[in-house]
């Protein structure tokens, strides 16, 4: 049996019918696996510094929390601490130290409350010494954190699920029509970080580990320090990047989707086109395409820039027989990008599936992302599919995950 397991948000979003189990038991037992959870608080408490901006209140403020492990075949595979409105949570079971029947979203929905959309920031990061005992982690193996809010008609949030997972084999799936603690919040911009002796004790670290761990955040360009003063925290945060916005052909005359989207946002886009060749594509990208172990892709690999930093290395491979005769096989640019010219040749983007997991760099993501160290980085694998079900393209794209995360919308 395979040990890697495709996460698809769209069952958690929904309330469940009478009689039905929560969804994860259903995943888990759709996969011949077992699934649970351990609930191990639930109750009042106050807003960290990385919820309470998505919950619309102050850090410190009352909310509460339903924090579990979850677990597939009796090991630990994810901790989700699931955050609600003191006014709407406090007297209801969901501060009550049990489980519920049909899980939170079917509760929240028989209390008149319904998110009719969500959003969710996802990126990478080292884990905690709290986060990787719990998940059983080894040395030096990232995690997946995800930030997804469930928004109810009238713009008000109505839960918050803050989401920690192992990268090794597991992917987020989504279908489209990431230092942790400075990246959260905790320390706004400006102010000094905790000492040496603090640090050490808040993650059971020695005082090399330490050390260490502060001249890579001085690398990332995260914290400065100087000497006889305090480690202070940079004007930096991760930047926010939405995939739905680059899926869709560009418009006569307009540029390519990166560089309109990067000018609305006040940044200057580019890219550099590295190699175009037919070649082999990774086992992953040939699955997707319908390939055998042997046949070919067509393949454009480039950089693309924000304000002259690299931020991206893209690998997007196309199908021969669609490729060939086309500008998709010149090593030039192509004006609007090849969505656009694939829409003019007949082949429009109908629709398209992310799957997203955090990787330590190779030595190529590494020198061409310019990385400051041993860093993971984001991989998304996006999957186009045109009329007829027909894929079109398979491109593969790492970002840095100090510097980017990932938001998408349901």
Not at 52 to 63: F, K, N, Q, R, S
Not at 180 to 204: C, H, M, V
Not at 282 to 287: G, K, L, S
Request: charged fraction near 25%.
């Amino acid at each position: 049996m395979s040990n890697e397991w495709i996460s698809a948000s769209a069952p958690y979003l929904a309330p469940r019918e009478h009689g039905e189990r929560d969804a994860w038991s259903d995943e888990s037992a759709a996969q011949g696996r077992k699934g649970g959870q351990q609930l191990t608080y639930a109750g009042p408490t106050t807003a960290p510094p990385h919820v309470a901006p998505a919950l619309g209140i102050a850090v410190g403020d009352p909310t509460v929390v339903r924090k579990r492990i979850i677990t597939l075949d009796g090991e630990p595979i994810e901790l989700t601490d699931s955050y609600y409105p003191s006014d709407i949570a406090l007297d209801t079971a969901l501060a009550a130290p049990r489980k519920i029947k049909g899980g939170a979203i079917t509760l929240l929905a028989t209390l008149g409350f319904t998110a009719v959309q969500v959003h969710e920031d996802i990126s990478a990061r080292m884990p905690t010494a709290e986060e990787r005992a719990a998940l059983q982690l080894g040395a030096g193996e990232p995690i997946l954190s995800l930030l997804r809010v469930h928004v109810a008609s009238d713009g008000r949030p109505l839960q918050v699920d803050a989401i920690t997972m192992p990268s090794r084999d597991r992917h987020l799936h989504y279908s489209l029509k990431k230092q942790g603690w400075i990246n959260a919040g905790d320390y706004p911009a400006g102010t000094a970080i905790p000492s040496t002796e603090q640090l050490k004790a808040r993650f059971e670290a020695s005082n090399a580990t330490v050390q260490k761990a502060l001249g890579l955040l001085k690398k990332e360009g995260l914290v400065v320090g100087r000497a006889g003063s305090s480690v202070q925290v940079r004007e930096q945060r991760r930047q926010v990047m939405t995939p739905g916005r680059y899926s869709a052909p560009a418009a006569a005359g307009e540029p390519y989707r990166w560089i309109a989207e990067a000018e609305a946002r006040g940044q200057t886009g580019h890219s550099k086109l590295l190699e175009v060749a037919e070649v082999v594509p990774p086992a992953d990208v040939r699955n997707a395409l319908g390939l055998g172990n042997d046949e070919r892709a067509v393949l454009r690999k480039q950089i693309l820039f924000l304000n002259n930093e690299p931020c991206e290395l893209v690998k997007s491979y196309y199908p021969v027989e669609l490729a060939r005769g086309t500008a998709l096989t010149q090593k030039k640019r192509i004006r609007g990008g090849s969505p656009t010219l694939l829409a003019e040749a007949g082949f429009p983007p109908v629709h398209t599936l992310d799957r997203i997991s955090a990787c330590i760099a190779t030595q190529e993501q590494y020198e061409a992302l310019q990385l400051p160290s041993d860093l993971p980085v984001l991989r998304t694998l996006r999957v186009v599919i045109s009329r007829d079900d027909r894929v079109i393209e398979v491109t593969e794209m790492a970002k840095a995950s100090h510097l980017y995360e990932l938001q998408y919308g349901h």
